[in-house]
């Protein structure tokens, strides 16, 4: 088990901690958590399925109790600087095959084990070459959403960046709501607090959990 903590943790939405504890099965945990706190109850109250009445308040008082004690011991502690993180992309074929977006495509002689003929697999797959500035990589197609980050936050902020737009002519784009709580897949429109936008009219189509193509 994963447990995330710290400043940049506290800042991020609900939905971005979701998107955290989403992804830990990525790093070998079971499972990812973080302590609640008055954003998670915000979140939580009033929900269907939320307690009410003085079932709230108990629930509130136990859970406002979920948090590691002090001086409790962990297996290992990593500390990470969220402002020296850069945006990553992949050059592979697993979540572990990241690099800043201002790298270059590895050479697959630099891994050790296993991983050297993995490397290998994953650059015929992907059809780079070592040395390839990641950031010289054309774009062919855009997938945006699926389970781990397609909620309805992550929508609106598409829908920011796609208002005027159209998908460019030969770019294959897909969009995936997170669940069924997001807005209907073939035409949405994503309300944000200043007016109304359309996504549908970008021309991305809405398919189901994944991307369908070959």
């Known amino acids: ?7 940049a943790i506290r800042s991020l939405s609900m939905e971005g901690r979701m998107t955290v504890c989403n992804m830990a099965i990525e790093g070998g945990a079971r499972a990812g958590l973080i302590a609640p706190d008055d954003k998670t109850l915000a979140y939580v109250k009033g929900r269907p399925h939320a307690p009410k009445g ?22 290992e502690i990593l500390i990470l600087d969220a402002a020296d993180i850069a ?22 002689a630099e891994f050790r084990g296993g991983k050297v003929d993995a490397a290998r697999r ?13 950031t010289d990589v054309a774009i062919d ?17 598409v829908a920011r960046v796609m208002e005027g737009r159209k998908v460019k002519e030969g770019l294959r784009a897909m969009i995936v709501p997170g669940s069924g709580l997001a807005p209907a897949r073939q035409r949405i429109l ?21 991307p369908p193509w070959r």
Do not use: Q
């Not at 088990?1 to 400043?7: D, P």
């Open 1 to 7: 088990v994963i447990e995330y903590c710290g400043e």
């Open 54 to 75: 003085a079932a709230w308040e108990m629930a509130e008082a136990h859970w406002r109790g979920l948090f590691s004690d002090e001086g409790a011991h962990f297996h």
């Open 87 to 108: 945006p990553v992309v992949t050059w592979g074929t697993s979540p572990e095959d990241v690099l800043p977006i201002t790298g270059v495509v590895p050479d697959p």
């Open 122 to 134: 994953s650059l015929a797959y992907m059809g780079l070459e070592p040395g390839t500035k990641l």
């Open 141 to 157: 197609t855009v997938f945006i959403g699926s389970c781990t980050n397609g909620r309805i936050e992550d929508l609106r902020e």
């Open 190 to 210: 994503v309300t944000t607090p200043c007016r109304d936008r359309e996504i549908g009219a970008a021309g991305p189509p809405w398919p189901g959990s994944s």
